[in-house]
Structure formats: structure tokens, C-alpha cells
């Protein structure tokens, strides 16, 4: 059965940083395209950034040069580099994976973790 148990801090002020953490079993994310998304009332799962075996990148605008995905294949863990957050970054956060060449859609997706509420405000 292959499990993605998700970590981290979850209220930090504006222009502050934090790092989600996704860890999983059952799986090899060294194999897979690892994505993390995001979820408010207005986007359902927008995709944030994927990153692939080959390790190329997909990055939507508003997270360029904050944001960054991280390996640590010992431990079977991903991990989400929040940087200069803004309070419109709120959300709830889900790391995925799946083998995928390319792309970065929630739909394409079968394996999720369960979701990390983050808060920026003051």
C-alpha cells in the first residue's frame, strides 16, 4: 500500500519561511514525479511545482524564485521550500506523486498525502 504522510509547520507570519515535508511508503520517490499542490475555496489543487526523475521543473509564476522542491531519497521524503511568504500563500498543501514524463496536473495523480493546512498572518 503506498502512503504519503505530509509534515510541517502550518501558521507563520507574512515574509516568513517554512518547509512542508512529505514522506512515503510502499514507493520509491526517486522513481516518481513528485507535486505539490495547493487548495483554497477559489482553486481546487492548482498545481504549485512538480518535479520529475529527471529532475526537471514546472513552477507556476507566483512561486518562481520562493518556492522550491527537495529530494532526500534516504529517507524516501520530499520536501516544499516556502520562502517570502504572502498571506494570499494560505492554504491547504497536498504532496502527490506518480510516474509521469512530464506535466503537472492534479488528475494525473494517483497518490496523495492528506493534506497540511498553512496559515500566513500576522
Known amino acids: 500500500e503506498v502512503q504519503l504522510v505530509e509534515s510541517g509547520v502550518v501558521l507563520v507570519q507574512p515574509g516568513g519561511s517554512l518547509i512542508l515535508a512529505c514522506t512515503a511508503s510502499?514507493?520509491?520517490?526517486?522513481?516518481?514525479?513528485i507535486g505539490w499542490f495547493l487548495h483554497t475555496p477559489e482553486k481546487w489543487r492548482e498545481g504549485v511545482l512538480c518535479?520529475?526523475?529527471?529532475?526537471?521543473?514546472y513552477y507556476i509564476d507566483s512561486v518562481k524564485g520562493r518556492f522550491t522542491i527537495s529530494r532526500d531519497n534516504s529517507n524516501n521524503t520530499a520536501y516544499l521550500l516556502m520562502n517570502t511568504l504572502r498571506p494570499e500563500n494560505t492554504a491547504v498543501y497536498y504532496c502527490?506523486?506518480?510516474?509521469?514524463?512530464?506535466?503537472?496536473?492534479?488528475?494525473?495523480?494517483?497518490?496523495w498525502g492528506q493534506g497540511t493546512q498553512v496559515t500566513v498572518s500576522s
Open positions: 510502499g514507493l520509491f520517490l526517486d522513481d516518481f514525479t
Open positions: 502527490a506523486t506518480e510516474k509521469l514524463p512530464y506535466g503537472c496536473t492534479s488528475g494525473a495523480f494517483r497518490f
Open positions: 518535479i520529475h526523475s529527471d529532475a526537471s521543473a
